[in-house]
């Protein structure tokens, strides 16, 4: 028994083509269908061409900055990565129990030569929606190398309204 004979789409004279393809992959409707439907999944999706993703309002697309989150019983930590920024850049705001990063970073300079590029500049905006309450007098952001980090503490009324719930086999 040779490899050939393994091979499903070899068997008879070696001609065939694979049944998956051989109806599809030669249609030219159904080629241009395929196209017209990744190029929609693209913009809903996000390109990443430079081009907004549907709906997000920015060029940075929907999860730019991007962010990471962490819950102790404490408090609440949002990290933010925003690199290429200086503190001055950024506006952290609070308001009605969702934490929004605002902010711009614009570009470093006005090089008309330039062709090719694919760095964002322009204005973001994130919210955070925070799902507790926080103690708005004590919160705390900070800002070092490209990183944002606010710390929310939550008040004792969140704090108590965690309720640890049994698992059981």
């Known amino acids: 028994m040779s490899v050939r004979d393994l091979i499903p789409w070899g068997r008879n004279n070696g001609n065939q083509i694979p049944s998956v393809l051989r109806d599809n992959d030669r249609d030219p409707f159904m080629l241009l269908h395929r196209e017209v439907n990744r190029l929609f999944d693209?913009?809903?999706?996000?390109?990443g061409y430079g081009l907004p993703a549907f709906g997000t309002g920015t060029a940075f697309g929907v999860g730019w900055p991007s962010v990471e989150i962490s819950e102790t019983d404490k408090e609440i930590k949002v990290t933010a990565e925003v690199p290429g920024l200086e503190e001055k850049d950024?506006?952290?705001?609070?308001n009605d129990g969702?934490?929004?990063?605002k902010g711009e970073k614009r570009s470093e300079a006005e090089d008309k030569d330039r062709q090719f590029s694919e760095r964002y500049y322009?204005?973001?905006?994130?919210?955070?929606?925070l799902g507790v309450e926080v103690k708005e007098d004590q919160v705390d952001a900070r800002f070092k190398n490209g990183v944002l980090t606010v710390t929310?503490?939550?008040t004792e009324k969140a704090q108590s309204q965690v309720k640890r719930i049994a698992v059981k086999s």
Do not use: Q, T, W, Y
């Open 122 to 129: 322009g204005r973001f905006e994130r919210r955070i929606p």
């Open 42 to 47: 693209d913009v809903f999706r996000g390109s």
């Open 152 to 154: 929310l503490p939550k």
């Open 98 to 101: 969702v934490l929004a990063l």
């Open 90 to 94: 950024i506006e952290v705001l609070l």
